[in-house]
């Protein structure tokens, strides 16, 4: 592989926000299970909220506006429910780079820093102000940087934050993790073979 | 000091402290399905990778299965495409599969304690949020994503960071009519569906002593429906018995050398919490969600709630409930009418639901209009069920007896709603679509209340019926 630890870094993302209103959305409404009977991921992006699109033309995954967004902005507990990483794929192959929200389902969070989405977290009233700003001015670029934790939309910048473990794994490049997770070598068997229902009772 | 459970799990588990600051997690049984995993092993191909400890993994198929006629090659392209992939990855990379062969296939929740695969004292990790239900043996378990499944099968481990640690303590003793479903419905009702994020749940209490196995694997499962990533019940008598004689647990003196490990696992008298919370089991009657989202759920001789009374940020989301669910404020949800009724899922689909669901069917018949399911979560349930005569009580009642698997839980098979079809489901999620139709709405309740309303055609209180 030619891509170095630099490729991965994922310090900033810029580029224009789309805002998704409500809370707890969850993964089936992100991506419906019948998308999901599939041996590849390939397919996601075009089944992104399918449903939700389909029933809504204002969607703003429907919206002319928001096409080439890159910088999601959501509420309280986006991405609860289902574990299936199909969700953040389907985000991602749409265009997704980074998300702002809330809060996050835990799984969804952690299936995210997987494939290198940063997803910031703001407060209430910051988040509020963000979505309407996207709203009045979907050209203007939404700056979120993982590193400094903050999100910048015009002259104003907001606070965001993200955990310490996944903000370093985002910014040092190391969320793609078999590899760092390899590098115990064999302190993986070691830790095993202590417990008592590895080595036999 | 006195440790909890989590502390004595995550620290024998503890390969090292990672460079970000996380844990190197040592999973000490993967379970796999055909759904979350394709691409897991394509990923493991690509990188010349094996699965690390193909002896701590085993796969089953359940998610795709059909649940009518499981001839193959299957009616559906798409599953049996996947479950072809499952056939292959699983003999490719030399990890046991339970399939229908073997007599030991079902859902992955059900067979993992089924078989005493999930034990106390283990962490579990499986592509699948229902994973926290084996935390009701007393191990750590949780769902994770593909790629974290890729990580599991290369290096049997996971980065991961220590939860925060909430007891939720249910005291008191439940009513006659009330299951551990409702327990959990009303946990999450009054913890909310984000209310554990950040959080690991220890369930305690009298109430939680007191429920067999079955029913703590119902209160575990929904963990995650609390925002939750898992929770556990702390292993006791109980716990030791159920495991007892499974094909899977320890044998002879082996067994009592695991028992003595297994309750030195559990959490220390005196231990402290991040936080605890009270919830008065006593004061508890059957719970029925009538929204879109676990939360949303009324005691069943009560009414459905008005988006005013909410805290402003959530009123959009109870508007949409009520506009999907074709609800008004204010309207009692008891009468509600319904079109499906589904007793099955990783929840409420072992043999002490279908016995409770059995003895309401016997007190009636299916109502006319209404289709009813009954998916035993196993193969085994599904055979123990019927050498107790339970699929004739069913069927004489006019319910469907299938065969095991996810089934109408979550749309990825032939068992999905149509149109805007209401169900009464024993399952775990009312989400928008979740039971296959994008219109469609989802009731969630105990299996005894789906059976009442199975037979009377709309929500029905089940202590009526079983006066």
């Not at chain 1, 996601?44 to 399918?50: I, K, L, N, S, V």
């Not at chain 2, 005013?308 to 204010?330: C, D, I, N, Y």
Request: net charge neutral; charged share 20%.
């Amino acid at each position: 592989m030619s891509a170095t630890m630099t490729d991965y870094q994922r310090r900033q993302v810029t580029g224009r926000g789309i805002p998704v209103t409500g809370n707890d959305i969850d993964t089936d409404r992100i991506i419906p299970a019948r998308f999901l009977k599939s041996v590849t991921f390939d397919t996601m992006g075009e089944h992104a909220f399918e449903d939700a699109r389909k029933q809504n033309p204002e969607h703003p995954f429907n919206q002319k506006a928001y096409q080439g967004a890159s910088v999601l902005v959501v509420g309280q507990n986006f991405g609860c429910g289902s574990s299936r990483e199909h969700a953040p794929q389907a985000l991602r192959r749409w265009g997704i780079r980074a998300i702002v929200g809330g809060s996050y389902g835990e799984i969804f969070f952690g299936n995210c820093v997987m494939l290198g989405i940063p997803c910031l977290r703001t407060s209430q009233e910051d988040l509020e102000w963000l979505q309407k700003a996207i709203e009045r001015s979907p050209q203007t670029p939404v700056s979120v940087d993982v590193e400094k934790q903050e999100v910048r939309f015009g002259d104003r910048m907001i606070k965001a934050t993200v955990p310490d473990g996944p903000r370093n794994q985002l910014v040092n490049g190391t969320w793609d993790s078999t590899a760092v997770l390899l590098e115990a070598g064999n302190a993986i068997e070691a830790t095993a073979s202590k417990l008592p229902y590895v080595k036999g009772f | 000091m006195a440790r909890t459970l989590l502390d004595k799990v995550w620290e024998a588990h503890t390969v090292r402290t990672l460079p970000s600051g996380q844990t190197q997690l040592l999973i000490g049984l993967h379970l796999i399905h055909e759904v979350t995993t394709p691409q897991a092993f394509q990923m493991l191909k690509d990188a010349k990778l094996k699965v690390r400890m193909p002896e701590r993994t085993f796969g089953t198929l359940d998610h795709i299965i059909p649940t009518a006629d499981q001839t193959r090659p299957y009616a559906d392209p798409e599953a049996e495409e996947m479950a072809q992939h499952m056939y292959r990855n699983m003999k490719d990379f030399g990890v046991p599969l339970f399939d229908m062969a073997t007599g030991k296939q079902g859902i992955v929740h059900v067979i993992g304690p089924e078989l005493g695969l999930s034990q106390p004292g283990m962490t579990i990790a499986c592509g699948d949020s229902h994973t926290s239900t084996h935390g009701a043996v007393g191990a750590i378990a949780f769902g994770i994503g593909t790629s974290q499944v890729r990580d599991v099968l290369a290096t049997q481990c996971l980065s991961m960071a220590k939860p925060k640690l909430r007891q939720v303590r249910v005291d008191g003793a439940l009513a006659k009519g009330v299951y551990a479903k409702d327990v959990i419905l009303a946990i999450i009702n009054q913890l909310g569906v984000k209310g554990g994020v950040g959080f690991a749940y220890e369930y305690a209490g009298d109430v939680i002593d007191r429920m067999t196995m079955e029913e703590r694997l119902t209160v575990c499962n929904m963990s995650i429906e609390g925002g939750a990533r898992f929770g556990y019940v702390n292993p006791d008598a109980m716990t030791i018995d159920y495991l007892r004689g499974r094909p899977y647990a320890p044998s002879g003196a082996a067994f009592d050398r695991a028992s003595a490990w297994w309750n030195s696992v559990a959490t220390e008298p005196g231990a402290s919490f991040d936080d605890v919370k009270r919830i008065d089991g006593a004061a508890l009657e059957p719970v029925v969600t009538w929204g879109i989202n676990p939360e949303m759920s009324v005691g069943v001789t009560k009414t459905i709630p008005s988006p005013e009374v909410q805290p402003e940020a959530e009123r959009p989301t109870f508007r949409e409930a009520l506009a999907h669910m074709g609800f008004q404020a204010g309207q009692p949800i008891k009468g509600a009418r319904i079109d499906v009724a589904f007793v099955g899922s990783c929840t409420n689909g072992r043999l002490s639901d279908l016995r409770v669901a059995a003895e309401v069917a016997k007190k009636g018949k299916v109502a006319s209009h209404v289709r009813a399911l009954i998916v035993p979560g196993s193969q085994q349930v599904a055979k123990a069920a019927e050498a107790e005569g339970l699929h004739e009580i069913f069927q004489a009642a006019g319910f469907q007896w299938r065969k095991a698997g996810c089934s109408m839980c979550l749309g990825m098979n032939d068992d999905k709603l149509k149109g805007r079809e209401m169900s009464a489901s024993s399952s775990n999620r009312n989400f928008i679509g979740r039971q296959g139709s994008p219109t469609g709405r989802t009731l969630l309740m105990s299996p005894a209340m789906v059976a009442a309303a199975a037979i009377t055609g709309a929500i029905t209180d089940v202590r009526e019926i079983l006066k």
